[in-house]
């Protein structure tokens, strides 16, 4: 009992792992990491600094959004601090009665702080104002309106990119979590269901896909993701796709196919990832964005076929039915791509029958009486 669940479990740990091993996850994302980059590489990215800026993630935004305004407004409030202190307007300092600051009730770092918030936010309390005592002064409070509005555009600018980036758009476009392989017209297909959640159309759509796996060369070489196109078809064709309804993307399993050599019983024995794009541009914002999902052997059903998601209501319009979307039913199918092109009647289950070798022929000599028509 023990060496079975000692075996279970190893079983289970084995199937986590090459569940986990895919280079593209089921919502776009690419488990990828680099090493051993230059320290001198890493200028790049600093040079590039607005693409950097729109990249990163949400949070390091909002920690520079807050850094940026706190720090300056703090480096200007010592700045204050310091013409105060040079024209003797603090109270430790006891200036005269009939002593002219340069800044108003600017007596103390506080007050320089609260001064340099209010200049750089144009608020404008009124407790506190600008003289002409210091030429300094309107100087400095020139270049904190300048540099308080640069930081007022750069901050806005980064929130807003990231706000509209593409790839917000395509969390709208959802795949099946299954990929099926079953006949279609005459042919044997491995069938994917793509889904636009939203009513606006995406313009000039195309899709395509790659299939990663290890292979090794004659030469002995081993070749890590080695990519294999694979081309979809839907029934109104490749490209321009009409894409106001769920369609079902069709890869055609021929002798070309890198899955022709596949059967029922050995698809999930393999080591491969099938890597499904989306190109498109929305039609609302004009912006072009791409879609990725992946389907690993395991999640590829061999003999079975979508649910029918599209009908008409008796008031005329069309109803797409979600969910359907990823439900499957079985239907006939050959166990194996060769099979299917290869062997007469092996398309479906056979009508015409086979010979069985399991049968035996035996002859009888006296037959029985039969009914003649």
Known sequence: KMSALNKRIQDYMLERKRRQTRLVTKDGR????????????HFAFL???????????????????????????????LLWYWIARSNGDLAW????????????????????????LETQQTIGYGGRAITA???????????????????????????LSKISLPKK?????????????????????LSIRVANLRKTLMIGSQIYGKLLRTTTTPDGETIIMDQVNIDFLVDAGKDNLF????????????KSSPFFDMAVDTLHDKEFELVVFLDGTAESTSSSFQV?????????????????IISKSKEGKYRVDFSNFSKVVPVATSHCAYCYHNIKGHHLHS?????????????????????KM
Not at 48 to 77: H, K, N, P, Q, Y
Not at 175 to 185: G, Q
């Open 30 to 41: 690419c488990n990828i990491e680099y090493g051993n980059i230059k320290y001198s590489t």
């Open 47 to 77: 040079v590039d600094f607005w693409t950097t800026f729109v990249e990163i993630r949400w949070r390091f935004v909002l920690f520079i959004f807050i850094a940026s305004f706190t720090l300056s407004w703090f480096i200007f409030g």
């Open 93 to 116: 300092q006891e200036p005269p009665s009939d002593h002219i600051p340069c800044v108003d009730n600017v007596v103390g770092l506080t007050t320089a702080f609260l001064y340099s």
């Open 133 to 159: 005592e210091c030429p300094g002064a309107v100087t400095l409070v020139i270049i904190q309106s300048l540099l308080g509005a640069v930081i007022n555009c750069f901050m806005c600018g980064i929130i």
């Open 169 to 189: 758009r395509a969390k709208t476009v959802t795949f099946s979590e299954m990929a099926v392989i079953s006949p279609r017209n005459g042919t044997l297909c």
């Open 243 to 254: 894409f106001v309804t769920p369609l079902t993307l069709h890869h055609v399993i021929d």
């Open 292 to 308: 990725r999902t992946s389907f690993i052997p395991q999640e590829i059903m061999w003999g079975y076929n979508f649910l029918p």
């Open 351 to 371: 009508r015409t029958g086979q010979d069985n070798p399991g049968f035996e022929v035996i002859e009888i000599d006296n037959p029985p009486n039969v009914t």
